[in-house]
């Protein structure tokens, strides 16, 4: 027994060599998946997928005119094969990036993955030393000194040292060409807005009645509300309430907003914490609908340079996530449903926070009209009805949709 988990341990530790993860991370996947799938899920979170969805907002425009106009900025994309509101951008990969005579690496105490995709790098991002200059082109390295992605800086050792905002590094060649959207006439009139494949499952899956209440927990930056808004927007009476508690999120939400022209959208905008918001709306059985999107561990985003969580960050989300269903629970009305989702690939953040959901909130979960995930293994009632989404299996990010009903 010993000399087999002596052998569990070295793959685990060859993992980490080849994909920069955390010990604990790879540990815990592979206590769910198995080394050779933990392998595979890992590898496919380190690529990009393949093409860049984006919403169309059909309130303006058509899927064909919008992927015609992008053609003609030579932009490949074409209309999603089930999702009638969904275009999909090509994205091109470099295999080989050239490594430049000077290089830094990446400090691995930042999530710097956006480096990937082109995203610039601010002063605490890397390790430099003294014989670096303004204009200098350099070579961005990870951990094993591989190249992921090249440069200009930007700064003077003194700005390097003192300055805590801005760009430091322009990435001027990186892993993955992704298409310029955000100065396209098309993206500042509001025809779309990027968004996730399994994102657009859930606003494809409502259908509002009048007078209707809808609360978006968490809500981000207000894809899946917008997407709501978009397909109901006839619907009469509808009260919309999001709860945000961070500030910047909440200013990109009246951004996507605004720029996506739903000014008629009767949406309230509380820039409250959990607690805070629970205790303005202090009446039990208020919504209709509710979107739980939770704060997670969101491994399943990529690509990933590397993955530092650690296990008590984790079981830390799952316990967050567990206050979010308490909370939607009470607001929920009796025959109301609860959309719960993450972008976790881990059962404490998923299953084992809908099982508690069931046994101790006495909500029940209900089939999903849209399923074009893959089930998930638990063995518990109504856990043939929960979706995963995996990297590995799927174009998408790895991400989890439950439904739940009262």
């Known amino acids: 027994m010993k000399g087999i988990t002596l052998s569990i341990n070295d793959e685990i530790e060859q993992l980490i060599e080849k994909y920069q993860f955390n010990f604990e991370l790879i540990k815990r996947l592979s206590f769910t998946y198995g080394l050779q799938r933990t392998s595979a899920l890992i590898a496919s979170l380190k690529e990009h997928t393949q093409s860049l969805p984006i919403r169309v907002n059909t309130q303006i425009t058509t899927a064909s005119k919008l992927i015609k106009a ?15 509101e969904a275009v999909l951008l090509e994205i091109s990969k470099s295999e080989v990036i050239p490594r430049k005579k000077k290089t830094i690496t990446l400090n691995y105490k930042r999530p710097l993955n956006s480096v990937l995709i082109g995203v610039g ?35 003077n050792m003194n700005e ?24 396209l006439k098309e993206y500042l009139r509001g025809q779309f807005i990027p968004q996730s494949i399994p994102s657009m499952l859930i606003g494809s899956s409502v259908n509002l009645n009048a007078e209707d209440r809808i609360l978006d927990m968490n809500s981000d930056t207000g894809e899946i509300l917008t997407h709501i808004w978009q397909r109901n927007s006839e619907v009469k009476d509808l009260k919309i309430v999001a709860q945000r508690s961070t500030a910047h999120k909440l200013t990109k939400f009246n951004e996507n ?21 629970t205790k303005k709306y202090n009446k039990d059985e208020t919504f209709n609908l509710i979107m739980a999107n939770p704060p997670s561990s969101d491994m399943g985003l990529r690509p990933k340079i590397f993955e530092m969580i650690r296990e008590s960050q984790i079981i830390e989300f799952s316990r967050r996530q567990r206050r979010y269903l308490i909370h939607a629970a009470r607001l929920l009305k009796p025959g109301g449903t609860i959309f719960y989702t993450t972008n976790s690939l881990d059962p404490a953040e998923n299953e084992g926070n809908i099982q508690f959901a069931i046994e101790e909130l006495n909500l029940t979960i209900e089939k999903q009209e849209l399923f074009y995930g893959v089930k998930c293994s638990a063995r518990f009632p109504g856990s043939e009805y929960l979706q995963y989404f995996y990297p590995d299996v799927h174009d998408t990010p790895g991400q989890f949709i439950a439904k739940l009903r009262k």
């Open 160 to 183: 390097l040292e003192e300055s805590k905002k801005g760009i430091a590094i322009k990435i001027t060649e990186s892993r993955y060409k992704l298409p310029s959207i955000n100065g």
């Open 257 to 277: 907003i605004k720029r996506l022209r739903m000014y008629k959208a009767p949406i309230v905008r509380e820039n409250l914490n959990l607690s805070a918001f």
């Open 121 to 155: 790098v601010g002063s605490n991002d890397f390790e430099y030393t003294d014989d670096l200059n303004i204009g200098d082109e350099i070579s961005l390295l990870d951990k094993k000194g591989d190249v992921v992605g090249n440069g200009i800086l930007m700064m």
């Open 70 to 84: 992008l053609k003609e900025k030579e932009i490949i994309a074409k209309q999603h094969p089930d999702f009638e």
